[in-house]
């Protein structure tokens, strides 16, 4: 199946991750399409209810960790690292508005829990955004 050029900032992490900027209905069809079976949302939706329902309609799973854009935290990546070894070895597709958080989370991830070498964790990151200096605390670049 092809990649999905219509989902904003879509990125195949590996045969099990993909992540995405705002997802929408034809975006949460093609996501159960492919076999996802978890949404995990790092963002914030005007219209949360109706997104629940239209992904578990699909039956996949919803898992919500609220990231302040301004202002993550150490609490939101330990949740977030949770939730990636409970799903380990399960579909899964990791969002926000922008694939922003998203990123930067898998980042951190990639890094300082799998080990990977700074440049290849830093490559993923860097083909959705170059991080603002707010985000450099987190990002332990400070």
């Known amino acids: 199946m092809a990649e999905p050029i219509e989902i904003y900032n879509w990125l195949r992490i590996n045969d099990y991750i993909t992540t995405s900027g705002m997802i929408n209905d034809n975006n949460i069809r093609y996501l159960a399409d492919i076999g996802v079976g978890h949404i995990v949302d790092l963002g914030m939706s005007n219209d949360l209810a109706q997104k629940v329902a239209s992904i578990m309609a699909k039956g996949m799973d919803y898992i919500h960790i609220f990231v302040q854009y301004d202002n993550p935290s150490e609490e939101n990546f330990e949740e977030f690292c949770g939730v990636l ?5 399960d579909k899964i597709h990791i969002h926000d508005r922008f694939n922003f958080r998203t990123s930067a989370f898998l980042y951190r991830y990639h890094r300082d829990i799998l080990g990977w070498e700074e440049p290849k964790a830093r490559e993923l990151l860097e083909r959705i ?3 603002y200096p707010n985000w450099y605390k987190f990002l332990k670049w400070e």
């Not at 070894?85 to 070895?89: D, I, S, V, Y």
């Open 85 to 89: 070894e409970t799903l380990k070895g």
């Open 129 to 131: 955004w170059d991080p």
